[in-house]
């Protein structure tokens, strides 16, 4: 079937509410390998967003392919009533690591998807709360799409069209110093940021705090270590070690939502390993399987998840531990154990830091550039270098998509995605096992993008 | 590792929340094929229930596994922004597939896991109710176990412990005519339970309609044509038709959850299809890929989601359409074109049905025996025949797993779920492909499980 | 200023939201005495329903007139952070009479207008239920216009236009004998409407109730004795009994609302005192000051209400104990215990009772009558003396207020009310102290009413 | 019956709940006049307070007390379906002043009860804004103590017992210059606080805005003027015209809540008249009737409140326009026309601060003083004048209710009401009718007070 066949059905019996038409008309894709998606015409695109973070380890790797082959020849298929050895073991890897990291003993509980996994947590949060369902999140964070997560992610876009959300959170602003919230400069604020929101506690009249009880009428705080969604925002030094201050001091739990930072994004295992501080309960999902089988869960403290307070049957999903979601994560989580991803993690990601730091020195519409390990952003800006600039950016990315430029005499394409509050950073998410070649590739290449998009 | 030191890391590192445990210890198993799972020690257990019924096709189907196979050699991992040829040819013959069966137009939207997908048909449901968010849903019904799925599954067990629910459905009894509600017979009951709930539109007073307006405060109606973990429960003939047309008058969206039923377990393509009512909505997951990478989604009426009311953004999930699974799908589709489903499950499943009613004349621990299709029912009872009793249902679980029942000499185990309102009914969804000389088998173990069972 | 230039100035200045505008145009009454209001030309017309109840002792019933002239004089004023005797001894008398009924001990507790006390019964169910926040209440039941109070009165039409309910009650049907929900007679019925209730508890799956910890979704079954607004709609013997023992068994206390029936108005102080069972919470307002000030309260059992559990500040209202209010409404608490209202409402019920069963005789539109006490229906129907007729009501009401009756030769009107759920029902509550002249009189006026109406 | 005998079956039959109870043992007072309490001995409490400015116009006033004396007279009590002059004469006049001030149509609409009102407020809101629940208001506002009053007010005190508020509002920092939330000064702030509450509309990020749709998820913003229970903080100039100026970008309503600032207190007849804007919404309360009969209500522009779009039984209360309420708060309204209360507030206002700075003068404990027309505060820290001091503050009323203070020569009280964040401000709202003389006397109690209290 043609792709013009393909497009013409998808127009009439695709429903478009599930993300694609972004770009009109949609791209189709047939084949994928290390860095790059081909199209049918066998066209090739340099990938640096690699699924939102969910192919860390490079389209089609092969050790991760073979273990998914493998379970297919033995175990594809299992109720989750029963147990299998895979999930066990990742579930061990996994407690065990963080125990390593933190000290914390801990249980690791599965389901399909992350906006399931952050329900999941949602009710280990309101069960160990005594049924409190009201949380704190980020201004900018994103936790999923379901009308629990939707709940605590921040875009009232997300909620408009669906009614009442009796559960909405409190949105705090994060500490995008780029822009920050309260107009402060980084190097004097003093993360007047957090000041701001210790400040909710001082008294009963701010809202959310009972002095004559001791008690929150928020249960929890939601955090992604750095922002996916909400562009690839790096936050300050200091900055979580004295949030978490707070949330000590006033029982609140801290969530870490590490669906798109953790497994090496950020140059750590989980992301918020690079700030210093412990989470009650870490959600993980997309790039423990590289984006082969959508296994994803949670950690809890032994206190939030022991079999007396959260018992046989508190959740359940039918594909929850799914045999071959478990046997990949188990291989991929061996391979990082294997292998030293922190180093090669703060190795490319420095040298992709500088690549990019090297683009905004020629070109004007880009207003900043930061990163962390592979997590990289480029936000795109009016020639002041502050005010956003979304239509450049579309056109950014629609030239990128086209495929029309020149890597060495060939045509290629360059797959970008955008976040960011004015959709207008290039959140860059970049194989781990990206090439050097291929970074410098990726650096001719947006160069490129950028001179003939601000060319008229 | 042994089983032994599996089940000690087990105990340790796993969340038992996600719905292992029921049996203590939870039983390992490591090798799938046809109707049998294998234990490491190799001894097989015939299976009857099929993962809930998410494995209509058999374990290890060679011509799906060999689907998956393929596409993890050519297109393993896209994000959904871009497109794939197998997942718009997906939604393209169940489209088309829904279109040719009741004449209707509409658009398909993909999600993994079949709570999500719920989540996702109540997002169509509010945004085209205008922001509407209570439900009616069926007592004993089970649409999954997120927050929002919750407040439409009818066990408080499943909220008890998490607070309020804002969007808490209106439960109303399912017709269980073994156990009518009212007290009545099917014979001359006139579908009472119908009536009763037209009655409610009456007069504003019953609480749900607006007669001066013309409007209700709920802007749907969740139904399993079949319930599944209600028990199997089949409901009385003209049930659905008289529903239909309470719901039409008052213009509350029909929305048919086909996730455990839908891929002719219950005979049908859809299980819907037996009861001569045309839905809104369709929600299915589990068989579409026998088990295999988790895909669900829903179907809807082009007015309910096509793009000007349903656009791009409207739902979002990493996973939702992603390739291995849309492949799986799609070839298991394509099967269910070619191969006579329809006819094979009807015979097999009279064939079935015969065996446990013959079963039934021989114990009087099983109260009622019911099927359609491959979707049968043994109720287990005390000997008045209607009593519930779990703990003989549990008795005989324990047995069946123990695995020391005798085929032919050798020692097997059966795989038996257990449903209903009292966990007192053997669920039975067996693989479509079974044998008859398993299905005589299966006739054979039950009948030796209930001897034994009973003997003291 | 004429009825015209006042009629001009609220067609342009006052919300019709607030209950006028019934009857178009409004009628403007002048003064009031007795079973009479006067209009501004002197003509007279007597009041069968007296404010819905809230004027039980007659319009300027002078005993009572005279106690708010002395308190103006008085302690016109007082913030309700300190004490004035008047409140002191209300809150005694009502505690002790409670008491001496029903052998409990209990606190009195103050609000203005019954919404307000029922808001205030909210928060102590909530706070003894450790935050539950759903309640049963029946079909047909009225409890107020607040948020809160509409969320727990059935009328679907109250919530419509204000967005979503995250505390809509679960509305069971009322023993509305005359058109039984379940289509049973009384004779026979065994009170299966108790038994369906009932039902709602045999299994997690009914959806309010957990057998693991023996807990219910809902914390409270707010009732009316007799339904007010419903239509005075009185249940048969033994319903509340029943009722309460499945109350008991689950934990779910009994809140009766006590608003309307009150104070003798169902021939015993509380109406519940006809049904033989204790409520847990009883919300008054109303006849208790009769209607000179809007001074409304509850009594709870000690143990939902003592210091401890419900301290100062729990909730509050400028106005909540004023001592205008207090000191009418402990004069009228002290009317009730000195004169025997036992006897005089029963006799006087039953003489009127008698005049309208004679008129169901004579009048083929009177399709059902009954009362208890005071508190009276007059059921208008098809002379199928079924079917309900709201346009012959409606009708009967303006010729009513029309003014243009005959009392011995003199021009009089008649003060109707109309309620039931299809608003076909006449409810009479005329004044405790109304003459058996003036009951005869009303007997000659409704004749002659249910005579033109049907005329043509 | 003697102090202590009521003391005695309070402590036993009455609720604590509503609101005695903050000294112990309460306080029991049986006559009032003027600006005086006076306690069964006969002793006089000069009154600072007025029952939380509900008795602006003096205890017992003369005038108002005739008012109600007459109407008792003529017609005590009328159903709410009914017109009576009173009624429609007070709705003009407030209406029309309304129009005069603002030039604004609209209309006006009763309940008893300031929480009622805003109840009703709320329904207006939500019904204009399609069903939108959710609210802004301010840290430190309060609104009420009904479920849905409690929602907006935010002291989280209020909630912390009753649950889940599904509405809860989001609370925006009050404008509190001498405690800042944002650490500036009012010399140069430039009104940051309005800044940051802007930002929360620059992206869809911030939770609140879909800049696709333009529109918020919030209908309306509810204010004091000036804070009642929050201390009678008064804001800056310039503040509500720029925040004003963001809720009509955004088409976010503008509640005003009047209850407690309304009717002169502030210097002018609505408190908000002061700072030059129009609000959508007035709720009203407490002053209108001076303490008399509980009336309450709202005035809302024509385009809320109209018949089409509120039309007859929107909301309802037996006791919203009763005619002792309309009557007494006729007079009041026609009092306030005919007197010059704008000039009398403004020069007593003036003075009684004259006469509280120079207690600051003396006195190291007084932190801060303000007033604007006849409310007025004092703030009490430690000697730093910044440290708030509740210690000290709840000292200071336990003296001066001692009933202990010097009048030359004689024994008397001082009656003080305590508000603010840490319950440190003696809000005063003296009578508008206190003499030069009095408040000449309130300083030199006032003085004694704070010696006496500092003195160890």
Redesign the interface.
Known sequence: ?SDTD??R??A???????????IDP???????EGSY?YDDAGKAYLDL?M??S??NFG??NKRL?DA??RQ??????????????E???L??AI??RVEKTWGTKG??????????AI??S???V??AS?????MFAF??GYH?????ASAIT????Y??????F??????VPFPYCYRC???KKREDCGL?CVD?FA?LF?????????P??G???YAAFYVEAIQGT?GYVIPPPGYFEKLKQVLEARKILLVDDEIQMGFYRAGKFWALENFNVKPDIIVF??AVT?????IAGLW?REEL?N?QI?????????????P??TAVALEAVKMMEEDDYETMTREKGAYFLEGIKDLKKRHKIVGDVDGLGMALRIEITAEDRFTPDKAMTDKIVDIAMAGDLDANGKKVGLVL?IGG??KNVITLAPSLTISYEEMDLAFNLLDQLFTRATRG
């Open positions: 079937m393909l497009l059905d998808e009439q019996y695709c429903s478009f509410g599930d993300t694609v038409h972004y949609p791209k189709i894709f047939s084949r994928c998606l967003q699924w939102y969910a192919v389209y089609a392919n998914l082959h297919i020849d033995t175990l594809p298929q299992l109720a989750c009533q029963y147990l299998h050895k999930k066990i073991e579930a061990t407690a065990k249980r690791v509980h599965f389901n399909v998807g992350g906006a399931q329900e999941d949602l009710k280990i309101r069960n005594g049924g409190k369902s009201l201004e900018g999923g799409r379901t009308l629990g921040s875009s009232y876009r909620r408009r069209r669906y009614g009442h009796g559960d909405r959170a409190q949105f919230p309260y107009g007047h701001q400040r001082d008294t009963e009249y701010y809202g959310v705090w009972d004559k009880d008690s929150s009428e909400g999902g997309k590289n984006g082969l089988n959508p809890a998840i079999p959260f018992p046989p049957g508190s959740t359940h999903s039918t594909f929850s531990s799914n071959l979601g995605d509050y004015w």
